[in-house]
């Protein structure tokens, strides 16, 4: 665990947390919160999640086998057991910071409170509303692959890992805005970028002051690489995985923000903006 102290603990006291993520989430005001009551194993137990990302027939999954679960089942080491033995999901975790749980909620995660344990289970059953990958209407190519990415950072990571295997690259997670907490993907080849240059990325990154990223990409433009003479843009944005994966293994840090449906690479030169996706997949 981290040493950072943490302003609002997870207690033993079941209804403390409780009263405290109810609050916080305000779910008798949003009816998209969703807060489900439940009882298993002889324990009280709660499950808060937004009712839009939660993913039905996992959150089904998890009631069913939550229901075989014996109170004596849970007589020793009781967060262990549930989050190896009894929840039936790859992505999943504890958290003792209740103000983290609320972020993680809001995020798309859903968060289990056991009576009992003075920690709670976030499981990641979030399934974002997403359109299917068509090609771009921008960067439409008579030969080569006809997909494109999507407002989901999830799935756009999972374009450009298709085409990259290599086992060096790095998808590196970001949040930024105090109020939006914006989901931001830093993308590279790690043996082949400049490495000064990703942490120069990164640095710019954390010094983003703004509530939100209302435009996604287009938002952080200007805090990474500021005001400038240069009448030429200093990112290239595409929407075509394969043009940025193409980048990728030149060197280029991509940069995807969760909302968005294309990436800006960087850094660019005159050449790159003349370029066009067609000509570019004929190059190679």
Do not use: C
Not at 61 to 90: F, G, S, T, W
Request: proline letters at 5%.
């Amino acid at each position: 665990m981290s040493n950072k102290k943490i302003k609002n603990p997870v207690t033993i006291i079941y209804q403390d947390n409780i009263d405290f993520l109810k609050r916080e989430l305000d779910v008798d005001t949003s009816f998209d919160l969703v807060h489900l009551e439940l009882e298993y194993a002889e324990r009280q137990m709660s499950l808060f999640l937004v009712d839009g990302f939660g993913k039905d027939q996992a959150i089904t999954q998890i009631q069913r086998e939550l229901i075989r679960v014996k109170a004596e089942d849970l007589e020793d080491r009781p967060l262990d057991k549930l989050m190896k033995h009894h929840i039936p999901y790859a992505e999943i975790e504890a958290t003792d910071d209740l103000d983290n749980v609320v972020d993680q909620v809001l995020a798309g995660p859903a968060a289990l409170v056991v009576e009992g344990i003075d920690q709670i289970i976030l499981v990641d059953t979030r399934e974002y509303p997403v359109r299917g990958p068509e090609e771009p209407d921008t960067e439409k190519v008579i030969r080569g692959s006809k997909d494109g990415f999507v407002e989901t950072i999830v799935m756009n990571a999972a374009l450009m890992r298709r085409r990259v295997r290599d086992r060096t690259m790095r998808v590196e997670h970001v949040s930024v805005g105090r109020r939006s907490k914006s989901d931001l993907a830093i993308t590279y080849i790690a043996d082949i970028a400049d490495q000064e240059y990703v942490q120069k990325i990164k640095a710019g990154l954390d010094k983003i002051e703004t509530d939100g990223l209302p435009m996604g990409d287009k938002t952080i433009e200007e805090f990474i690489f500021g005001h400038n003479y240069n009448p030429y843009p200093m990112v290239r944005y595409t929407e075509r995985p394969d043009v940025a994966a193409s980048h990728l293994l030149e060197g280029h840090v991509i940069i995807m923000v969760d909302g968005s449906p294309s990436v800006m690479i960087s850094p660019t030169t005159f050449w790159h903006h003349m370029q066009h996706a067609e000509e570019y997949s004929r190059s190679l």
